[in-house]
């Protein structure tokens, strides 16, 4: 599957964005999609993950209360809605798909390790000042 992740910019600290990550080639109600972010010389993290049904999903701590991730599997979109946003959440965005599906007692671990998905979107910048 091909996916675009897009509506990164610049915001002030305590603004909001909303990034999309739209699939396309296949379906996107079969896949689990997580959004990880990466600042330049850092590695990957793992920011947020929705199953493919929506019902199952996890956040870092570091987003909890802040971060709202959604599905519309009609249009094929994965949300990542991003409030209160603070300076260190500056980086590039990605999402990636992933097509295997884990008990709820494995979600967690399992999708918040870069290579537990088989896709990955181009990334969106995010940029918050201070």
């Known amino acids: 599957v091909q996916l675009q992740a897009s509506g990164g910019g610049l915001v002030q600290a305590g603004g909001s964005l909303r990034l999309s990550c739209l699939a396309s080639?296949?379906?996107?109600?079969?896949?689990?999609i997580g959004w990880f972010c990466q600042v330049p010389g850092k590695e990957r993290e793992f920011v947020a993950v929705i199953n493919w049904s929506g019902v199952s999903i996890y956040y870092a701590d570091s987003v909890k209360g802040r971060f709202t991730i959604s599905r519309d599997n009609a249009k094929n979109t994965v949300y990542l809605q991003m409030n209160s946003l603070k300076p260190e959440d500056t980086a590039v965005y990605y999402c990636?798909?992933?097509?295997?599906?884990?008990?709820?007692?494995?979600?967690?671990?399992?999708?918040?390790?870069?290579?537990?998905?088989?896709?990955w979107g181009q990334g969106t910048q995010v940029t918050v000042s201070s």
């Open positions: 990636a798909s992933s097509v295997r599906r884990v008990n709820s007692g494995s979600f967690a671990t399992y999708y918040q390790r870069g290579s537990s998905y088989d896709d």
């Open positions: 080639g296949r379906t996107l109600g079969s896949y689990a």
